[in-house]
Protein backbone atom coordinates (compact mmCIF):
# COMPACT_ATOMS: atom_id res chain seq x y z
CA UNK A 1 0.00 0.00 0.00
CA UNK A 2 1.60 2.93 -1.07
CA UNK A 3 1.27 6.18 1.59
CA UNK A 4 -1.75 8.33 0.50
CA UNK A 5 -3.65 5.03 0.03
CA UNK A 6 -2.23 4.20 3.72
CA UNK A 7 -3.41 7.34 5.08
CA UNK A 8 -6.85 7.82 3.32
CA UNK A 9 -7.66 3.77 4.31
CA UNK A 10 -7.03 3.81 7.69
CA UNK A 11 -9.45 3.80 10.60
CA UNK A 12 -9.66 3.90 14.08
CA UNK A 13 -11.01 0.22 15.12
CA UNK A 14 -11.49 -0.81 18.76
CA UNK A 15 -12.13 -4.51 17.89
CA UNK A 16 -8.83 -6.93 17.99
CA UNK A 17 -8.07 -10.14 17.71
CA UNK A 18 -5.89 -12.41 20.25
CA UNK A 19 -3.23 -12.70 17.83
CA UNK A 20 0.08 -11.86 19.29
CA UNK A 21 2.06 -8.96 17.33
CA UNK A 22 5.16 -10.45 16.28
CA UNK A 23 8.58 -8.33 17.02
CA UNK A 24 9.31 -8.09 13.58
CA UNK A 25 6.34 -6.19 12.64
CA UNK A 26 6.11 -4.20 16.25
CA UNK A 27 10.13 -3.39 15.86
CA UNK A 28 8.99 -1.38 12.21
CA UNK A 29 6.07 0.33 13.36
CA UNK A 30 7.99 1.43 17.00
CA UNK A 31 10.56 2.49 14.20
CA UNK A 32 8.50 4.78 12.64
CA UNK A 33 7.26 6.31 15.94
CA UNK A 34 10.90 6.75 16.45
CA UNK A 35 11.21 8.87 13.38
CA UNK A 36 8.63 11.08 13.79
CA UNK A 37 10.13 14.72 14.41
CA UNK A 38 9.89 17.20 17.15
CA UNK A 39 10.50 20.60 17.96
CA UNK A 40 13.71 21.62 17.97
CA UNK A 41 14.68 18.18 17.22
CA UNK A 42 14.85 17.33 20.95
CA UNK A 43 12.81 14.11 20.74
CA UNK A 44 10.98 14.14 24.17
CA UNK A 45 8.61 11.26 24.60
CA UNK A 46 9.26 7.75 24.97
CA UNK A 47 7.27 4.88 24.38
CA UNK A 48 5.47 3.08 27.30
CA UNK A 49 4.70 -1.08 26.19
CA UNK A 50 1.72 -2.14 27.52
CA UNK A 51 0.47 -5.83 27.38
CA UNK A 52 0.29 -7.21 31.07
CA UNK A 53 -3.93 -7.39 31.44
CA UNK A 54 -3.70 -5.91 34.84
CA UNK A 55 -1.69 -2.68 33.99
CA UNK A 56 -4.06 -2.25 31.02
CA UNK A 57 -6.76 -2.25 33.16
CA UNK A 58 -5.19 0.00 35.33
CA UNK A 59 -4.25 2.34 32.76
CA UNK A 60 -8.15 2.26 31.26
CA UNK A 61 -9.05 3.95 34.86
CA UNK A 62 -6.64 6.96 33.41
CA UNK A 63 -9.42 8.26 30.90
CA UNK A 64 -13.26 9.76 30.84
CA UNK A 65 -13.91 7.51 27.40
CA UNK A 66 -10.80 4.42 27.91
CA UNK A 67 -13.27 1.60 29.93
CA UNK A 68 -12.59 -0.27 26.54
CA UNK A 69 -8.97 -0.41 26.07
CA UNK A 70 -7.45 -3.33 28.19
CA UNK A 71 -9.84 -5.35 25.47
CA UNK A 72 -6.33 -4.75 23.13
CA UNK A 73 -3.44 -6.85 22.06
CA UNK A 74 -0.81 -3.79 22.97
CA UNK A 75 -1.54 -0.25 24.45
CA UNK A 76 1.23 1.96 23.56
CA UNK A 77 1.55 5.09 25.83
CA UNK A 78 3.33 8.25 25.14
CA UNK A 79 4.86 10.12 27.65
CA UNK A 80 7.31 13.23 28.44
CA UNK A 81 8.89 14.71 30.88
CA UNK A 82 5.99 17.61 31.87
CA UNK A 83 8.27 20.66 31.74
CA UNK A 84 8.55 19.31 27.68
CA UNK A 85 5.97 18.24 27.11
CA UNK A 86 4.43 19.19 23.42
CA UNK A 87 1.44 18.08 21.90
CA UNK A 88 1.90 18.36 18.95
CA UNK A 89 5.22 16.06 18.96
CA UNK A 90 3.37 13.94 20.68
CA UNK A 91 0.21 13.71 18.17
CA UNK A 92 3.22 13.45 15.41
CA UNK A 93 4.74 10.44 16.91
CA UNK A 94 1.19 9.03 17.38
CA UNK A 95 0.22 9.39 13.69
CA UNK A 96 3.64 7.99 12.82
CA UNK A 97 3.21 4.55 14.88
CA UNK A 98 -0.71 4.10 13.43
CA UNK A 99 0.17 4.71 9.97
CA UNK A 100 2.58 2.27 10.23
CA UNK A 101 0.56 -0.22 12.05
CA UNK A 102 -2.13 0.30 9.45
CA UNK A 103 0.44 -0.48 6.64
CA UNK A 104 1.51 -3.60 8.45
CA UNK A 105 -2.62 -4.69 8.85
CA UNK A 106 -3.05 -3.84 12.22
CA UNK A 107 -5.67 -1.54 14.00
CA UNK A 108 -5.16 1.35 15.67
CA UNK A 109 -7.17 3.44 18.09
CA UNK A 110 -5.86 7.05 19.69
CA UNK A 111 -6.86 7.47 23.50
CA UNK A 112 -6.84 10.50 26.02
CA UNK A 113 -5.57 10.01 29.17
CA UNK A 114 -7.45 12.46 31.07
CA UNK A 115 -5.77 11.52 34.70
CA UNK A 116 -2.05 11.76 34.69
CA UNK A 117 -2.15 10.53 38.59
CA UNK A 118 -4.13 7.42 37.75
CA UNK A 119 -1.81 6.83 34.83
CA UNK A 120 1.36 7.45 36.94
CA UNK A 121 0.04 4.99 39.32
CA UNK A 122 -0.60 2.42 37.17
CA UNK A 123 2.32 2.88 35.01
CA UNK A 124 4.70 4.20 38.05
CA UNK A 125 6.38 6.51 35.95
CA UNK A 126 8.15 9.71 37.90
CA UNK A 127 6.33 12.67 39.51
CA UNK A 128 7.81 14.85 36.61
CA UNK A 129 6.73 12.59 33.80
CA UNK A 130 3.06 12.84 32.41
CA UNK A 131 1.33 10.47 29.51
CA UNK A 132 -1.53 12.37 27.97
CA UNK A 133 -2.44 9.81 24.88
CA UNK A 134 -2.01 6.27 24.13
CA UNK A 135 -2.39 4.38 20.97
CA UNK A 136 -4.00 0.96 21.07
CA UNK A 137 -3.34 -1.92 18.75
CA UNK A 138 -4.06 -5.29 17.59
CA UNK A 139 -5.03 -6.96 14.45
CA UNK A 140 -8.74 -6.37 13.50
CA UNK A 141 -11.54 -8.42 14.35
CA UNK A 142 -12.87 -9.34 10.94
CA UNK A 143 -16.51 -10.28 13.52
CA UNK A 144 -16.80 -6.80 15.04
CA UNK A 145 -19.55 -4.88 13.60
CA UNK A 146 -18.92 -1.35 12.07
CA UNK A 147 -19.24 1.45 13.79
CA UNK A 148 -22.79 3.29 14.49
CA UNK A 149 -20.41 6.73 14.31
CA UNK A 150 -19.47 5.65 10.75
CA UNK A 151 -20.30 9.20 8.37
CA UNK A 152 -18.97 10.46 5.17
CA UNK A 153 -16.18 12.64 5.59
CA UNK A 154 -16.91 16.67 5.01
CA UNK A 155 -16.11 17.57 1.53
CA UNK A 156 -13.03 19.33 0.50
CA UNK A 157 -15.15 22.80 -0.35
CA UNK A 158 -16.72 22.50 3.73
CA UNK A 159 -13.13 22.04 5.12
CA UNK A 160 -11.31 24.37 3.27
CA UNK A 161 -11.30 28.16 3.68
CA UNK A 162 -8.82 29.95 1.43
CA UNK A 163 -7.39 33.31 2.37
CA UNK A 164 -10.36 34.47 4.61
CA UNK A 165 -13.21 33.58 6.32
CA UNK A 166 -16.25 34.98 4.59
Not at 27 to 37: D, E, N, P
Request: proline share 5%; glycine share 6%; net charge negative.
Amino acid sequence: MDAYQTIISKRDLRQYTEDPISDDVLGRVLQAARMAGSAKNVEPNRLILISDQNVQDAVALAGDFTSWIGSSTLIIGIAAQEDDLRLFDTGRTAQNLMLAAHGEGLATCPVTLHHQDVARDAIGFPADWVMPMAVTMGWPDPEAPRSPLSRQRVSLDELVIRNRWS
